[in-house]
């Protein structure tokens, strides 16, 4: 069981990028799947997350409106689509997977079963 992300890299402020998360974890459907970003010297923190079956998404205040979750059962993969980038969105991005049954919604960072490696997110001014 293995997550891996990818779709990192320099921006500008007020750009896009599209991040990937390849989701090699089984059963695929048991799981809720999140994307949590850690910037230089802060905590991780939760950014968004799409439920089990695809049917539930939840987003931190600070990206509502211009971050988007998806989920790709067919090719199991997660998609965060990001737009209006801020420099503040500079960070590592992770994907995280929480085994869906009798877990917490929205999925916390104690809660994940499996973390992808994470990729970078640099957004300049």
């Known amino acids: 069981d293995q997550l891996e992300e990818s779709g990192g890299g320099l921006v500008q402020a007020g750009g896009s990028l599209r991040l990937s998360c390849a989701a090699s974890?089984?059963?695929?459907?048991?799981?809720?799947i999140a994307w949590f970003r850690q910037a230089p010297e802060k905590h991780r923190e939760f950014v968004a997350a799409?439920?089990?079956?695809?049917?539930?998404?939840y987003y931190a205040d600070s990206v509502k409106g211009r971050f988007t979750i998806s989920r790709d059962n067919l090719n199991k993969m997660v998609y965060l689509d990001m737009n209006a980038l801020e420099v503040e969105d500079t960070a590592v991005y992770y994907c995280?997977?929480?085994?869906?049954?009798?877990?917490?919604?929205?999925?916390?960072?104690?809660?994940?079963?499996?973390w992808g490696k994470g990729t970078l997110v640099t957004v300049s001014s």
């Open positions: 995280g997977a929480d085994q869906a049954f009798n877990s917490d919604w929205p999925p916390k960072d104690s809660g994940m079963d499996f």
């Open positions: 974890v089984s059963p695929y459907f048991n799981y809720h």
């Open positions: 799409v439920s089990w079956n695809g049917g539930n998404f």
